[in-house]
């Protein structure tokens, strides 16, 4: 069974609308994060996700656009605000520095992405 | 800045021959290294561990301080070795991945 689910796996919605992915990962995790992988691009982190506080974004990101709960070591949502074509994208949630003993720490997994589609 | 160059986006090998995708990084510090794949319409899994120094499906991967690389090589390619392969660091926490490498392995 996959250490990290995330869904919806896939939706296409309407421009101005808002999308809320949700991630939940099988064990408890000090660090989750979200990752952006436009069309034939790299991964670009987001903002990792803090539970109990506010969610620390990279440079080009913000709140009010993305913004991120994660209110245990489990679980964490990505909202997608206002919706534009532009961010039409694959968003991936990430995890690692495992509680549980038997899980090596520092492995980081991924979840199978969300593939976002903006008309 | 922190980053990590895959200066290669394709890469395509015949069945057998040797295979190496390239990093180089940019940190002043002592980084910690990885190479993930993602095969096709599967989620990106890790490969290697630069501090395991581990041999994965007969990939190996060194890290080399001087010249700021971590290249991964694998002497005779196989057809199931076709996939995205992504260099990765992690700095203060966070994975910053490089451009990735297709590679390609030809009957």
């Known amino acids: 069974s996959a250490v990290i689910s995330q869904k919806p796996s896939r939706d296409i919605c309407q421009r101005g609308t808002s999308l809320t992915i949700q991630c939940q990962v099988d064990?408890?995790?000090?660090?989750m994060f979200w990752y952006r992988q436009q069309p034939g691009q790299s991964l670009t982190l987001i903002a990792t996700a803090n539970q109990g506080s506010e969610a620390t974004y990279e440079s080009g990101f913000v709140i009010d656009k993305f913004p991120i709960s994660r209110p245990n070591l489990t679980f964490s949502t990505l909202t997608v605000s206002n919706m534009s074509p532009e961010d039409s994208s694959i968003y991936l949630c990430?995890?690692?520095?495992?509680?549980?003993?038997?899980?090596?720490?520092?492995?980081?997994?991924f979840g199978a992405g969300t593939r976002l589609s903006v008309l | 800045a922190q980053r990590v160059t895959q200066p290669e986006k394709l890469l395509s090998v015949f069945k057998g021959a040797p295979v190496e995708l390239k990093c180089n990084y940019s940190?002043?510090?002592?980084?910690?290294l990885f190479w993930y794949v993602q095969y096709s319409r599967q989620r990106l899994q890790l490969l290697l561990r630069?501090?395991s120094r581990e041999s994965i499906k007969g990939f190996t991967a060194d890290l080399n301080k001087g010249e700021t690389s971590f290249h991964l090589k694998k002497p005779f390619a196989q057809e199931e070795d076709s996939a995205m392969y992504y260099c990765?660091?992690?700095?203060?926490?966070?994975?910053?991945f490089g451009q990735g490498t297709e590679l390609s392995v030809k009957p």
């Open positions: 990765a660091f992690r700095v203060r926490g966070k994975l910053i």
């Open positions: 940190y002043s510090g002592s980084p910690e």
């Open positions: 064990s408890q995790v000090t660090m």
């Open positions: 990430s995890a690692w520095g495992w509680l549980d003993r038997g899980r090596a720490k520092n492995i980081q997994y």
């Open positions: 630069h501090i």
